[in-house]
């Protein structure tokens, strides 16, 4: 698609369109005309707050009536499919949140509807565009870490204690599968951008809080292709209830050196026999986490307008989704997951 501008439409006015509405409205190339809410009240609040000309409480009329390039879906990942498969056939693009569906048949189904229809499904997956990950993968590509052969994190977030857990987002609580499918699939799909494409893993469930029916422990261990390691440890349950700029500390480790994340959002790097020093980078605190749904944004609206590849085209986070759905069946078996061959078509 080689245009100067996309017409857009936002489905869901919840919690998180929020970011996204206020990250577009910054974004040259895309002009949002719709939002689709089945709160009336709420569609027309919102597009009142976010300048959006028109609301509408179907999917259906509008796609009818506003006839628009790209769809971002912002609503349940139990709507996600439907809501995919509706816009494809009206020839819209979709650009769609996380998580992907409920289940890995729903998953491919909406990218394969997609592909029918020959428009493109991007996935809006904005952690790794974090500036502090897009720095880290700078400095592993720079050499200066060496070969990597471990990439570990530590998230602990206190919004999931008591009797009445994740009051921004209530639903969180009557999930059937929570912690590592709607959260820990940041990591894995920022630990692919990091470390590259997974082999295989293990991965350990628990829950904490008996109030939730899923997950809020998740450990879970990997090996990536290269031969790298990974660890990603976490919990909802035992941290600060207001969450840290980055949500955890991560730790990249090299045979010249490691390079460290701490939850202000700074870098700081040890050149092995040396002290650990300050990594300087720029990152801004505007928007959400450094910006990273405006700069997740802006490179889905240039790859749509250019035909440039996304780096989480549809097909391609079936490979996240992959290793999400290989974690719970390594969680229920006790068992190390292979993932060659998923996530790829085969």
Known sequence: MNRSELKGALVG?????????EAWNRIPGIRIEAVVDQDPDRAREFSERYGIPRTYTELEAMLREEKP????IVTR?????????????????????????????????????????GVRLLMHENWRWQP????????????????V?????????????????????????????FLLYETVV??????????????HLFCQTDRINPVIRAEDYVLLQLRFRSGAHGLIDNNRISGPVEPTPTMGVVWIEGEKGALRLSEDGRLWITEYGGEERPHPYEWSDRGYRGDSVKAAQAHYAECLLTGRPCETEGRAYLKTIAAVFAGYRSAETGQAISMNGTGDGG
């Open 13 to 21: 006015a919840g919690y998180f369109a929020q970011f996204q509405a």
């Open 186 to 199: 940041h990591f894995l799909d920022t630990f692919r951008f990091l470390g590259g494409e997974i082999d």
């Open 149 to 177: 052969f471990h990439i570990g994190c530590r998230r602990r977030t206190g919004d999931g204690r008591g009797s009445e857990p994740y009051p921004v987002q209530p639903y969180f609580r009557e999930m059937e599968k």
């Open 77 to 117: 990942p139990e709507t996600h499919r439907e809501l995919t498969e509706q816009a494809a056939s009206h020839g819209a693009h979709v650009i769609c949140q996380k998580p992907m569906a409920p289940t890995w048949d729903d998953s491919v189904a909406m990218v394969e509807a997609c592909e029918r229809a």
């Open 132 to 147: 502090w990950y897009r720095e880290m993968k700078r400095v592993i590509e720079s050499g200066a870490l060496g070969e």
């Open 69 to 72: 390039d790209v769809v971002d």
